[in-house]
């Protein structure tokens, strides 16, 4: 009974707080200026599978809708990865690998080239190696797959708090 009167209070004073969707519809039904603002990104080609990969999960995740045609930002990317192998056997071969990804991003104005914003983000996973070559080949795949994707995630978070602030 306690549990439901502290859930009950703390959903009625909830909406007092001036909690607000980041990316939702707000009240009258309008699109927030955040979401506007991600679509108006265009990314720039990135070297390499990998840099290919996480632009990929990035154009899901900014502007699933597609490039704007008149972008208001350019956002650039250098992406790398580190594999380590841990988990050693007794012949000296690894069972368990921990993988790393990590992005350094800069959000440039597409009219004046300055730099608007920058940060650095990182992601790391883990995979099992096997005796067997293709099943290792494919959980490293996957390891890189998550990774980009928690990448793009961060990104985009990130990106999206900076224009909420009202940039």
Not at 12 to 39: E, H, I
Not at 50 to 71: E, F, K, S, W
Not at 132 to 142: G, K, M
Not at 152 to 157: F, G, L, N, P, V
Request: aromatic share 8%; proline share 5%.
């Amino acid at each position: 009974m306690r549990r439901l009167l502290l859930t009950l209070t703390f959903c009625l004073a909830l909406p007092g707080c001036g909690f607000q969707p980041m990316y939702g519809a707000d009240s009258t039904g309008a699109r927030p200026a955040v979401v506007q603002k991600l679509a108006s990104i265009h990314i720039r080609p990135i070297p390499d599978r990998l840099g290919q990969v996480v632009r990929n999960q990035l154009l899901d995740a900014i502007n699933p809708t597609g490039q704007p045609d008149h972008p208001a930002y350019e956002l650039g990317l250098l992406v790398g990865e580190e594999r380590e192998d841990v988990g050693l056997r007794e012949n000296a071969s690894a069972t368990r690998a921990n993988y790393r990804m990590s992005a350094k991003f800069e959000l440039r104005d597409a009219n004046s080239n300055d730099l608007v914003y920058s940060g650095t983000t990182w992601a790391e996973t883990s995979f099992d190696i096997v005796q067997q070559d293709y099943p290792t080949v494919i959980a490293q795949q996957d390891a890189r797959q998550r990774l980009a994707v928690q990448l793009a995630d961060e990104i985009r978070t990130r990106l999206a708090v900076f224009f909420t602030k009202g940039k």
